[in-house]
């Protein structure tokens, strides 16, 4: 069980059967009364986003979900595939389930798709992934007096903003929880 204290960003819960990642929160200490937590929660099945205000001290379920290491395979008008590493059996998210996670899915990524009551609802990525850079603007010589920044399309179609001597081919590490750019690899 969970308390008001453990409550962070991506802590996922159980609220009336169903489960919830916090996406945002704020603790509050009026000046008459108790504390409590005022909490923004995703619903993990449909995407539906509520606000919910939990009193200091209550208890919180956590969500009864189960990971399985899969490859990402391919994206077509389904959804995004993805495939059992052990098993083989495959399965498809839609883009509603995946989120902003799908600015990061590269062909044969492995990941972790979350279960719940056998029934995939979402993926866990690594907290880092490489990407290629599609398309920017070349660096303007002399631009650098404040540490400018340019923004950067990378092959998933993810825009980032990047230094300016970052070229068109570079292969960026990209932050999967800020969607920031992180360091060029070599």
Known sequence: MYTTSDIRKGLKI????KPFIIIDFLHVKP????????????????????DKTFRSGERLTPADLTEREMQYLYQDQDGYHFMDNS????I???????GDAKNFLQDNLNIKVLFFND???GIEL??????????????????????GTKPA?????LVVQVPLFINEGDILKID???????ERVK
């Open 92 to 98: 498809f998210l839609t883009e509603d389930q995946l």
């Open 14 to 17: 159980e609220l009336d059967g």
């Open 153 to 157: 399309t990378l092959e998933t179609g």
């Open 119 to 121: 029934k995939p609802i």
């Open 31 to 50: 000046g008459k009364g108790g504390a409590f937590v005022r909490t923004k929660l995703k619903n993990m099945e449909t995407g539906q986003v509520l």
């Open 126 to 147: 690594p907290t880092t992934v490489n990407l290629r850079v599609e398309r920017t603007d070349p660096g303007v010589k002399g631009d650098t007096a404040s540490g």
């Open 176 to 182: 999967t929880r800020s969607g920031q750019y992180i």
């Open 87 to 90: 098993t083989y059996e495959q």
